[in-house]
C-alpha cells in the first residue's frame, strides 16, 4: 500500500528561527512530490513539485529537497515568520494509473 | 475571487437525510477532485473527472456516496442516508491539466471546503 509518513507531526519555533519537516514514502512508481502548506480553515496550496530527477526546489524561503533512492523529502524553512504557521502535507503521485497519496501533515507554529 | 468555491461552507444535518455539496472549480480547469479530510490529517481522496467523465470513483467509502459533474464545470457529491462517521471537511480541488489517474504534475488548486456535521 502506497504510504506517506510526515514527522514530525507538530513544531512550535520562534520567529526567525529555521525548521526542517519530514516526509518519508513508499509510493511506487514515483512521478512527482509535493509540499503544499494550508493554513488554518484554508484548502492547501501549493509551494513546490519535484520530479524524480530534480533533488532541490526553492520557493522563498521555503526549499525542499528530495532523495529518490531513500524515498525521503524534507521541507526547509528559513527564518520564520508568524505566517508561517500552518499544515504542511507532502503529497506523492506515482506515474501511470494511481492517484496521489497525501500525508497527515506537520502543524507548525511560530510564536513571537 | 477566481478560486476554486464550495457550498454551502457548512452543513449541519441529521442521520439519514441526504446532503448534496456543491464545487465550482476555477474557470477552464478541465479536472475535479473530491477529497475528505480528518481534521488533523491530510485530504482523503474520494473520486476525479476530467471533464465530465469520471475517471476514478474507488476512494468512495460505499455506495452511498456519489459524484457527477454533468457539464464539466459544477460538481456535486451527494451523501445519501448520512450517518455520524460522514462528518467531516469535504474538499474540492481543480486542475487546468488533464488528471491522468493521480495528479502527475498538475496543481490542483483546493476550494475551502464543506464542514459537514451529521447529528
Known amino acids: 500500500k502506497n504510504q506517506v509518513e510526515q514527522s514530525p507531526q507538530s513544531l512550535i519555533i520562534l520567529e526567525g528561527k529555521n525548521c526542517t519537516l519530514q516526509c518519508n514514502y513508499t509510493v511506487s512508481p514515483f512521478s512527482n512530490l509535493r509540499w503544499y502548506k494550508q493554513d488554518t480553515g484554508r484548502g492547501p496550496v501549493s509551494l513546490t513539485i519535484?520530479?524524480?530527477?530534480?533533488n532541490t526546489k526553492s520557493n522563498g524561503r521555503y526549499t525542499a529537497t528530495l532523495d529518490a533512492d531513500t524515498k525521503q523529502s524534507s521541507l526547509h524553512i528559513t527564518a520564520s515568520q508568524l505566517s508561517d504557521s500552518a499544515s504542511y502535507i507532502c503529497?506523492?503521485?506515482?506515474?501511470?494509473?494511481?492517484?496521489?497519496?497525501f500525508g497527515d501533515g506537520t502543524t507548525l507554529t511560530v510564536k513571537p | 475571487g477566481a478560486g476554486v468555491s464550495q457550498s454551502p461552507r457548512y452543513k449541519v444535518t441529521k442521520r439519514g437525510q441526504d446532503v448534496a455539496l456543491r464545487c465550482d472549480p476555477i474557470s477552464g480547469h478541465v479536472s475535479l477532485y473530491w477529497y475528505r479530510q480528518a481534521l488533523g490529517q491530510g485530504p482523503e481522496f474520494l473520486t476525479y473527472?476530467?471533464?465530465?467523465?469520471?475517471?476514478?470513483k474507488s476512494g468512495l467509502p460505499n455506495d452511498r456516496f456519489s459524484a457527477e459533474r454533468p457539464e464539466g464545470s459544477i460538481s456535486t457529491l451527494t451523501i445519501q442516508r448520512t450517518e455520524q462517521r460522514d462528518s467531516a471537511m469535504y474538499r474540492c480541488?481543480?486542475?487546468?491539466?488533464?488528471?491522468?489517474?493521480?495528479?502527475?504534475?498538475?496543481?490542483?488548486?483546493f476550494g475551502p471546503g464543506t464542514r459537514l456535521t451529521v447529528l
Open positions: 519535484m520530479t524524480f530527477s530534480e
Open positions: 503529497v506523492v503521485s506515482p506515474t501511470g494509473a494511481g492517484k496521489s497519496t
Open positions: 473527472f476530467n471533464y465530465e467523465a469520471q475517471q476514478d
Open positions: 480541488a481543480s486542475s487546468r491539466l488533464l488528471g491522468l489517474a493521480g495528479d502527475s504534475y498538475n496543481e490542483q488548486f
